[in-house]
C-alpha cells in the first residue's frame, strides 16, 4: 500500500522563477494538506485540498497556490519565488477532516538562489 | 492562535534510559494531538495519534498521554535507543479550524550508544 509521495524530492530555482511541486495522496485518503517547514522549525500550514477545492488557507501571500485533481493528487505552485521560499515543504493526505490524522511524504526540499 | 511548545529543544540521553518529552498548548479546545518524528531531512512519520476523548495511547515502547484541561501532553519512550535519534514534533488541530495541526518546534533527541 502505497503512502504519500511527493516528486520531486529536491530541486534548485532562481529568484523569481516559478515553482510546481506534485503530491500523491495515500490510497484511500482524498484530503491533501500542504505545509511549509524552514530549517529549524515546526511545519506551517499552506492550505488544505478537498473535492477538488481548497477547503482552508493558512497565513501564506496568494504567491503560493494549489490545485486538486480527480485522483486525489495535488500541486502546489509557488510564483515570484523568493529567498525566503527556501524550505521543505510537506504534503499530507487524510481521509476527511483530521479525525484520523495526517500522513505525510518525505517532502520536496526546495533551495531558491 | 494555538500555540504549541515543546520542551526541552534538544536531548541526549544514554542508550536503555526512559525518558520523557513534553508538549503544551494553550486552547485546550482540541481536536486531536498527534505525535510525529522526524530524522534529519526527511519527512514526518507519525508515531501515535489522541483523540480530544482519550487519555493515552500505546505502540510498542512508546505512550503519549493528553491532559486537554492543562493544555499538555506527554511522549513516554521506554528502553531507548541510538534507533531512537530523531527530532520529535506535537502537533495539536483546534476545534475551531479542524482542518489543520499547529506544530511545535520539536525536541532534537540523541540516544548515546
Known amino acids: 500500500d502505497a503512502g504519500v509521495t511527493q516528486s520531486p524530492t529536491h530541486l534548485i530555482k532562481t529568484r523569481g522563477q516559478q515553482v510546481t511541486l506534485r503530491c500523491s495522496p495515500k490510497?484511500?485518503?482524498?484530503?491533501v494538506s500542504w505545509y511549509q517547514q524552514a530549517l529549524g522549525q515546526g511545519p506551517q500550514f499552506i492550505f488544505q485540498?478537498?473535492?477538488?477545492?481548497?477547503?482552508q488557507r493558512g497565513n501564506f501571500p496568494d504567491r503560493f497556490s494549489g490545485h486538486q485533481f480527480p485522483n486525489y493528487s495535488s500541486e502546489l505552485n509557488v510564483n515570484a519565488l523568493l529567498l525566503g521560499d527556501s524550505a521543505l515543504y510537506l504534503c499530507?493526505?487524510?481521509?476527511?477532516?483530521?479525525?484520523?490524522?495526517?500522513?505525510f511524504g518525505s517532502g520536496t526540499r526546495l533551495t531558491v538562489v | 492562535k494555538q500555540e504549541v511548545t515543546q520542551i526541552p529543544a534538544a536531548l541526549s540521553v544514554p542508550e536503555g534510559e526512559n525518558l520523557v518529552l513534553n508538549c503544551s498548548f494553550t486552547?485546550?479546545?482540541?481536536?486531536?494531538l498527534q505525535w510525529f518524528r522526524q530524522d534529519p531531512g526527511k519527512g514526518l512519520t507519525s508515531l501515535l495519534l489522541?483523540?480530544?476523548?482519550?487519555r493515552e495511547q500505546t505502540s510498542g515502547r512508546l505512550n503519549a498521554s493528553l491532559d486537554k484541561s492543562s493544555g499538555r501532553s506527554t511522549l513516554y519512550i521506554a528502553a531507548s535507543q541510538p534507533g531512537d535519534s530523531a527530532t520529535y514534533l506535537c502537533a495539536v488541530s483546534p476545534l475551531n479550524t479542524g482542518n489543520q495541526f499547529y506544530f511545535g518546534t520539536g525536541t532534537s533527541l540523541t540516544v548515546i550508544p
Open positions: 489522541i483523540q480530544s476523548s482519550q
Open positions: 485540498y478537498y473535492e477538488e477545492e481548497e477547503r
Open positions: 490510497s484511500g485518503h482524498d484530503t
Open positions: 499530507a493526505s487524510s481521509l476527511g477532516i483530521v479525525r484520523y490524522g495526517y500522513t
Open positions: 486552547d485546550s479546545a482540541i481536536y486531536n
